[in-house]
């Protein structure tokens, strides 16, 4: 008979289980009632988690694909016995990408990723164009602007679900656009406090937010970079850009944000720019997701007002790595999901879970 302490924290991976209440049934019998018990599996369905959450003693469960970040965010808590941040409520999951610089193709990126989300996973999302002057997102999208946002960053007192479901315009069934087209002789009369309070409104509506952050050092746009869950900095290889890159590295994470950002490489390859061997031989900066310098079909894209993304490329590759990425999207275009092989998520789980004993 076995004498080994149960861990204070459990991980139990059901992916491939024919049988999974029973075996979670039989699990929960043999372990003590005070072991937090976090659960992997492949199983979408709203009635099998809500049956092992209350009735076999689940503390929290999430289904492939999963990556570190889902890691961190829903078993991180429990990992390190605290939570990281504010964020308990269910909700949707709020995405920022910031270019380092303006021209670097953030503004393409969001919006693409966006429809990816929406259009292409099906899930329910709405992309916030954050810049109401400049901002291009509505037009890559061929979606239409409007008064909503500008009234509610005014008057926040006024954000609720329903407003701000109003105020969104439809681009298709589950894809949606929050965004405007200001005067650039208009001074927009900004609360302290409206960012984070539309980013709350909009996740108990939609299950993706992706904001298109400027980057420029503005309270509006400092709120949206820290409540989010992630943040993607979009660079290209010009040294100016690399540069502001680390900068925006160097920001504290958001409190809800347990992971780096991702950082996405855009136009590699573009004549007179540094190679991507150059740039990472020098300490602090990676690139996660690296895009080739595709002029002809961005540029189509954005005169015809049709995402570059519903075409097959390496441009559409790019966008599906990073929904995964950010988003715990599994790649619509294969057969076999984003998984992270058995063993190194084993490997991961020993080295964060502390042993009783």
Same mark, same amino acid.
């Given at each position: 008979?076995?004498?080994?302490?149960?861990?204070?924290?459990?991980?139990?991976?059901?992916?491939? !289980?024919?049988?999974?209440?029973?075996?979670?049934?039989?699990?929960?019998?043999?372990?003590?009632?005070?072991?937090? =018990?976090?659960?992997?599996?492949?199983?979408?369905?709203?009635?099998?988690?809500?049956?092992?959450?209350?009735?076999?003693?689940?503390?929290?469960?999430?289904?492939?694909?999963?990556?570190?970040?889902?890691?961190?965010?829903?078993?991180?808590?429990?990992?390190?016995?605290?939570?990281?941040?504010?964020?308990?409520?269910?909700?949707?999951?709020?995405?920022?990408? @910031?270019?380092?610089?303006?021209?670097?193709?953030?503004?393409?990126?969001?919006?693409?990723?966006?429809?990816?989300?929406?259009?292409?996973?099906?899930?329910?999302?709405?992309?916030?164009?954050?810049?109401?002057?400049?901002?291009?997102?509505?037009? =890559?999208?061929?979606?239409?602007?409007?008064? +909503?946002?500008?009234? @509610?960053?005014?008057?926040?007192?006024?954000?609720?679900?329903?407003?701000? !479901?109003?105020?969104?315009?439809?681009?298709?069934?589950?894809?949606?656009?929050?965004?405007?087209?200001?005067?650039?002789?208009?001074?927009?009369?900004? @609360?302290?406090?409206?960012?984070?309070?539309?980013?709350?409104?909009?996740?108990?509506?939609?299950?993706?937010?992706?904001?298109?952050?400027? %980057?420029?050092?503005?309270?509006?746009?400092?709120?949206?970079?820290?409540?989010?869950?992630?943040?993607?900095?979009?660079?290209?290889?010009?040294?100016?850009?690399?540069?502001?890159?680390?900068?925006?590295?160097?920001?504290?994470?958001?409190?809800?944000?347990?992971?780096?950002?991702?950082?996405?490489?855009?136009?590699?390859?573009?004549?007179?720019?540094?190679?991507?061997?150059?740039?990472?031989?020098?300490?602090?900066?990676? %690139?996660?997701?690296?895009?080739?310098?595709?002029?002809?079909?961005?540029?189509?894209?954005?005169?015809?007002? !049709?995402?570059?993304?519903?075409?097959?490329?390496? %441009?559409?590759?790019?966008?599906?790595?990073?929904?995964?990425?950010? +988003?715990?999207?599994?790649?619509?275009?294969?057969?076999?999901?984003?998984?992270?092989?058995?063993?190194?998520?084993?490997?991961?789980?020993?080295?964060?879970?502390?042993?009783?004993?």
């Amino acid at each position: 008979m076995l004498t080994t302490k149960t861990p204070r924290v459990l991980i139990v991976d059901l992916s491939g !289980e024919e049988q999974q209440q029973d075996a979670l049934a039989k699990l929960s019998a043999v372990v003590e009632p005070d072991v937090v =018990l976090l659960v992997i599996g492949d199983a979408e369905n709203i009635g099998f988690y809500r049956h092992i959450i209350r009735d076999l003693g689940v503390t929290e469960y999430i289904f492939k694909p999963i990556n570190r970040d889902a890691v961190a965010r829903y078993f991180g808590p429990y990992i390190n016995a605290k939570m990281t941040g504010s964020d308990t409520a269910r909700g949707g999951r709020v995405i920022a990408v @910031v270019g380092a610089r303006g021209g670097v193709g953030a503004t393409t990126i969001s919006a693409n990723l966006a429809w990816y989300l929406g259009v292409i996973a099906k899930r329910h999302t709405v992309f916030v164009e954050a810049d109401m002057y400049m901002g291009s997102g509505a037009l =890559l999208l061929g979606g239409k602007t409007g008064s +909503g946002l500008r009234m @509610v960053l005014e008057a926040p007192d006024r954000i609720d679900p329903l407003f701000v !479901e109003r105020a969104a315009q439809a681009v298709s069934e589950r894809l949606s656009i929050l965004a405007a087209e200001e005067k650039v002789t208009d001074t927009l009369k900004y @609360v302290p406090g409206a960012a984070q309070k539309l980013i709350e409104a909009l996740r108990l509506r939609y299950n993706y937010v992706i904001v298109n952050v400027p %980057f420029l050092p503005l309270p509006l746009n400092r709120e949206f970079l820290k409540f989010n869950h992630h943040r993607v900095i979009v660079s290209d290889a010009t040294l100016a850009s690399v540069q502001d890159t680390v900068r925006l590295l160097e920001l504290p994470n958001g409190l809800w944000q347990p992971q780096s950002p991702t950082v996405v490489l855009n136009r590699e390859g573009l004549v007179g720019t540094l190679t991507r061997q150059k740039i990472e031989a020098s300490p602090g900066l990676k %690139f996660d997701i690296i895009i080739p310098d595709l002029p002809e079909l961005i540029n189509e894209s954005a005169s015809f007002g !049709e995402p570059a993304v519903t075409k097959a490329g390496p %441009f559409r590759n790019a966008i599906v790595k990073l929904s995964g990425e950010v +988003g715990f999207v599994a790649d619509r275009d294969r057969t076999t999901s984003l998984i992270a092989p058995r063993f190194l998520l084993s490997a991961l789980l020993r080295k964060l879970i502390p042993q009783r004993g």
